[in-house]
Nanobody
């Protein structure tokens, strides 16, 4: 099984940029679809962005299109989420997730079997 550890959360001013990293151990990312989810206080977890390692296809939530970019470094077994033009509504705990590629259908929470610990991102206005 794959273990996931997310890094890079913190406090950033609105309009600023931040990059989250998620390092995998126990297995290569080559066999998994990877994603980032976030959960704001009092709200459900929602998919932010996902990437299929089988064909490189990506998904972005409408709220982050054009501002966030997901990327994968296979050599480092790490996935990144570059976040630009941050908004206060981006404040949330961000989670790195994975599922065996063959079981990946959509960037929905129910599709993912492996969850890393969350990292807090706070955007100040």
């Amino acid at each position: 099984d794959v273990q996931l550890q997310a890094f890079g959360g913190g406090l950033v001013q609105a309009g600023g940029s931040l990059r989250l990293s998620c390092a995998a151990s126990g297995s290569s990312f080559d066999d998994y679809a990877i994603g980032w989810f976030r959960q704001a206080p009092g709200k459900d977890r929602k998919g932010v962005s996902c990437i299929s390692t089988a064909d490189g296809s990506t998904y972005y939530a409408d709220s982050v299109k054009g501002r966030f970019t997901i990327s994968l470094d296979n050599a480092k077994n790490t996935v990144y989420l570059q976040m630009s033009s941050r908004r206060p509504e981006d404040t949330a705990v961000y989670y790195c997730v994975a599922v065996v590629e063959g079981d990946y259908n959509a960037c929905d929470a129910g599709d993912f079997d492996y969850w890393g610990q969350g990292t807090q991102v706070t955007v100040s206005s």
